[in-house]
């Protein structure tokens, strides 16, 4: 079993508070928080992409298909799974 996802919620927190030290914590509009992960989400979502950037988050899901779309940038903060919501990235050019 992993040790990190068999946290509680409680026990998320204190990775909660060291992450929003590392970010700036007035940008975060939602912020979700379970055993297994923390989603952000900023009020301003053409910030998510420097909150991931700052998080050294590099994987990015673009979900095109909602309305309004959006990328989901995800990856391991110190351990834990951390995503972020932001702004849709433009699009790769189809020759």
């Known amino acids: 079993m992993n040790p990190i996802a068999s946290q509680s919620v409680t026990e998320r927190l204190g990775d909660v508070i060291d992450l929003l030290r590392h970010v700036r914590a007035d940008?975060?509009?939602?912020?979700?928080?379970?055993?297994?992960?923390?989603?952000?989400?900023?009020?301003?979502?053409?910030?998510?992409?420097?909150?991931?950037r700052a998080l050294g988050l590099d994987h990015a899901i673009d979900q095109r298909m909602m309305n309004p779309g959006y990328t989901l940038w995800t990856g391991t903060w110190r351990g834990v799974e951390v995503q972020v919501r932001g702004a849709l990235r433009a699009g790769v050019p189809v020759f």
């Open 27 to 52: 940008w975060i509009e939602v912020l979700t928080v379970t055993p297994e992960r923390v989603c952000l989400q900023p009020w301003h979502l053409d910030d998510g992409e420097s909150i991931a």
